[in-house]
Nanobody
């Protein structure tokens, strides 16, 4: 089992920044992918960004490229999502998720078998 705990959500004005954190604990894996997803009311959960534990390869949704940056601290088993130039449409519950490693980082939720409880991000206009 892997436990994921997100933090760092909140209310921010458009154009502002937030940094989300996700701490993983429990079963130890050598190679894995940690991802961020989000879901807003009435919409399906969507991929935001993901990073591999080894090599540091990343993948981003087009909607956040150039504004969001995902990073990791393997020693702390923590992944971060730095969100800049936030827009009202970024408002959602943000979820951290864990999956086994793969050569290509998929931009779907397929394969992610551990999820955090989510943290609310609200961007006011």
């Amino acid at each position: 089992q892997v436990q994921l705990v997100e933090s760092g959500g909140g209310l921010v004005q458009a154009g502002g920044s937030l940094r989300l954190s996700c701490a993983a604990s429990g079963r130890t894996f050598r190679n894995y992918i940690l991802g961020w997803f989000r879901q807003s009311p009435g919409k399906e959960r969507e991929f935001v960004a993901a990073i591999r534990s080894t090599g540091g390869s990343t993948n981003y949704a087009d909607s956040v490229k150039g504004r969001f940056t995902i990073s990791r601290d393997n020693a702390l088993k923590t992944v971060y999502l730095q969100m800049n130039t936030l827009k009202p449409e970024d408002t959602a519950i943000y979820y951290c998720a864990f999956r086994g490693d793969s050569s290509i980082i998929p931009m779907t939720s397929i394969g992610y078998n551990y999820w955090g409880q989510g943290t609310q991000v609200t961007v006011s206009s």
